[in-house]
């Protein structure tokens, strides 16, 4: 071989190298919403710890969901705040039983004003979380030198925005939807036609009728009027402080590089969208894990009717006496089995086919080999 060919060969595995893929693992903040929203986020941070990314997640010591004392394969930054879980689960509770039993009672100004009330004391707990930590030197000069490269926010939670531009890095949003998409509107830009887009979580149609429109441009008044007000007169300043220039709450969202939308695209309503808009529905499921023994009898036992899994979410603890028998009796009148999650006081007119569960693994439910008939009520 002339020396020609052996000086060529020598970059052969420079070339090689050249031509591969590099694969960084980075350091990534989150900062998680409550309740079912959790569930959602957790499944992103697990997946980003797969991939060998360092996760950290900012939790308060009064978080009603996320339990920073469990030992998990990512870290926890725990802010210290002077209030308890209890303290603020009640106030969601507070805002849930209200939607639940008295919304149909009550005028647009009641509701209007109790929606306000519950959004106060909400905003009085949530800017103690803020002050733990933006008003924190020892925790930002921590989070600078970790120096983390993006930050995973529920936009449903105050602050994480304005803390991305704190620290100079990429935020993204993990939302499913904000009442009356005011968020995504006012803050995100993204158009949302009343004539065929019904505000979140109206149940109409795509094509309205002339009421139904009328009713829908109201809703859509109603809700921004309440989100200004609310962003107005609680935020705009506290994130023109924090920041030391004026500014809006909504602008600092509207900052956002990524809103990942957690639902799947043929199950929202048709509208435009933007770029930075993805939608990522069905991130939390996984494969199934075998039932507990006395479930999986219960549900063999439906033969070719199937089953049907019940559930109001992870927020609604507990119904009136009146709603729980109404349900229980209407769940006892089909023919398939009924697995309901629900912890409140077991109803009297519960039937045989139905069977209650404080907590239900509906991944497993829905996702099992049995033959089972998924069913929405």
């Known amino acids: 071989m002339s020396s020609t060919w052996r000086g060529l060969l020598q970059f052969v595995p420079l070339l090689i190298l050249c031509g591969c893929a590099m694969s960084l693992a980075g350091n990534v903040l989150v900062l998680p919403g409550e309740y079912s929203h959790w569930i959602n986020m957790q499944a992103i941070v697990e997946e980003l710890v797969k991939r060998n990314h360092s996760i950290t997640v900012l939790v308060s010591t009064a978080s009603p969901t996320v339990d920073y004392r469990k030992n998990e394969n990512f870290n926890f930054e725990v802010l210290q705040v002077p209030f308890s879980k209890s303290e603020m689960h009640s106030v969601s509770q507070e805002m849930i039983n209200f939607w639940m039993h008295k919304t149909q009672n009550a005028s647009l100004l009641d509701t209007f004003f109790k929606v306000k009330e519950v959004m106060e004391k909400a905003t009085v707990l949530q800017k103690e979380i803020c002050d733990a930590m933006l008003r924190n030197s020892k925790l930002q000069d921590k989070l600078r030198r970790t120096q983390y490269e993006g930050l995973l926010v529920d936009p449903m939670v105050q602050c994480g925005d304005l803390l991305a531009q704190v620290l100079g890095i990429p935020l993204i949003f993990s939302l499913r939807f904000s009442f009356g998409y005011t968020i995504e509107r006012f803050c995100g830009q993204l158009p949302t036609p009343a004539s065929y887009v019904p505000a979140s979580p109206v149940q109409f149609s795509d094509r309205m009728s002339f009421v139904q429109r009328l009713k829908n441009v109201l809703l859509y008044t109603f809700h921004s009027l309440l989100f200004y007000i609310h962003t107005t007169v ?27 939308i957690r639902t799947n695209w043929d199950f929202d309503y048709p509208r435009p969208l933007l770029p930075n808009f993805q939608f990522v529905g069905g991130l939390h499921c996984k494969p199934s894990n075998p039932l507990p023994a006395d479930m999986e009898e219960f549900a063999q036992s439906s033969g070719d009717d199937g089953i049907v899994v019940f559930s109001l979410g992870t927020m609604v603890e507990d119904l009136t006496r009146e709603k729980a028998n109404m349900i229980a009796s209407a769940l006892g009148q089909i023919p398939q089995k009924v697995i309901w999650g629900y912890s409140g006081m077991k109803p009297e007119t519960l039937a045989p086919n139905t069977r209650v569960y404080d907590w239900i693994p509906q991944n497993d ?6 033959k089972v008939q998924k069913k929405q009520i």
Do not use: R
Request: aromatic residues 12%.
């Open 234 to 260: 609680n935020w705009d300043h506290y994130y023109s402080e924090i920041l030391g220039k004026p500014t809006t709450a909504c602008e600092v969202m509207g900052k956002a590089d990524l809103w990942l």
């Open 365 to 370: 439910l829905l996702g099992n080999v049995l």
